[in-house]
């Protein structure tokens, strides 16, 4: 009897590791592992919830919030500009006040060529408008409806605006290029212009008024035949129009023709 003890006090702790190692083996393969995934998960789980990320519930109320957010910051930035517009429009007197107006259509294939705006004849506005944004000279209404504008851009192919250099009042006429450039081609063969030299409307222009920014010359080709010519940057936004201003068209007899495509210089100058 106290062989048995004091072997049971040997082996007892072996026999009862081993017991409880096949037991487990046991449990496992008649589970398959059910319970020991259970346990895992149990013990897990409180970490698991500290690590993982938001919830599928919490992401889809961030998604509202920043959809908010951005109505809200794109609603401030409408709101500014028609403030600023409106702003700039009660410091003009009565009768050359403009009319704003909001950019609505635009084709991809005519893209720096025209736009439509969302006022028309029962706005006040007629053919040969003149059409300005932030930056100067946008364009000219070429046609009219009762609610809508389409106007040509200062862009476009066929447009020439008569313009002068700003510093030495060298002229010539501005073709648009398709583009947010546009190419100066100047009256005289060496023009006295450099880099950097502001263009507005001149006198000649038989279509704008004198005075209208346009743009700032980018580059210089003086050997170009049979005049020389500029690469003109110009400074409303054409890539990206949005809210513009219509003013009454010129009181004179040029103007009757709303074409952009005879700005021409007379004879006599």
Request: glycine residues 8%.
């Amino acid at each position: 009897m106290f062989s048995v003890r004091r072997w049971w006090d040997r082996k007892g702790l072996q026999i009862g590791i081993l017991a409880l190692v096949v037991g487990s083996a046991w449990t496992l393969r008649q589970t398959q592992g059910a319970l020991l995934l259970e346990v895992y998960q149990g013990l897990s789980r409180p970490l698991q919830m500290l690590q993982s990320g938001p919830t599928p519930e919490e992401r889809l109320r961030d998604a509202r919030l920043l959809e908010l957010q951005t109505r809200i910051v794109d609603l401030e930035t409408q709101n500014q500009k028609l403030q600023d517009l409106l702003g700039y429009v009660e410091k003009e007197s009565l009768s050359s006040r403009p009319i704003p107006a909001r950019v609505v259509g635009r084709g991809a294939d005519n893209w720096w060529q025209q736009v439509t705006l969302n006022r028309g004849r029962s706005a006040g506005i007629q053919e040969g408008s003149i059409v300005k944004a932030d930056g100067g000279l946008v364009g000219l209404v070429e046609s009219v409806t009762p609610n809508t504008s389409r106007v040509l851009l200062v862009s476009d192919l066929k447009s020439q605006v008569g313009v002068t250099i700003s510093r030495t009042a060298a002229k010539g006429v501005l073709r648009g290029d398709s583009s947010d450039e546009a190419v100066l081609e100047f009256y005289e063969k060496v023009p006295n212009v450099k880099v950097g030299d502001l263009v507005s409307t001149s006198t000649y222009s038989q279509k704008f008024p004198s005075g209208l920014a346009v743009g700032r010359v980018k580059s210089l080709d003086l050997k170009k035949l049979p005049t020389s010519v500029a690469k003109i940057e110009l400074f409303p936004p054409i890539r990206s129009l949005d809210w513009v201003s219509i003013y009454p068209k010129p009181e004179t007899p040029e103007a009757e023709n709303p074409n952009l495509a005879n700005e021409q210089p007379q004879k006599s100058r």
